[in-house]
């Protein structure tokens, strides 16, 4: 199993960013996809989740600003981030579960001016 992150960098803040997690080694339609992020000196956290049948949720912190999405044709699962704050700043990583938990090498986004 693969998760193939993509789609970091840095911006400023208000602006926008699109993330892009590709997936390889399972049945990708039937499997939740997870966002999570990790800033420095901190512990990771669950952003964003889309569920088989497309339900989302989102962290309180990011509700109104991220979307969460999914294209099982492609096997990819995108997180369009926008109105970024410095407080975003981060690493980001993509999981799904498949008897065990899989992890993304992560994508650093800095929201910086």
């Known amino acids: 199993v693969q998760l193939q992150a993509s789609g970091g960098g840095l911006v400023q803040p208000g602006g926008s960013l699109r993330l892009s997690c590709k997936v390889s080694?399972?049945?990708?339609?039937?499997?939740?996809m997870h966002w999570y992020r990790q800033a420095p000196g901190k512990q990771r956290e669950l952003v964003a989740s889309i569920t088989s049948g497309y339900s989302t949720t989102y962290a309180d912190s990011v509700k109104g600003r991220f979307t969460i999405s999914r294209d099982n044709a492609r096997r990819t699962v995108y997180l369009q981030m926008s109105s970024l704050k410095p407080e975003d700043t981060a690493v980001y990583y993509c999981?799904?579960?498949?008897?065990?938990?899989?992890w993304g090498q992560g994508t650093q986004v800095t929201v910086s001016s």
């Open positions: 999981n799904t579960n498949n008897q065990r938990p899989y």
């Open positions: 080694g399972i049945i990708f339609s039937i499997n939740a």
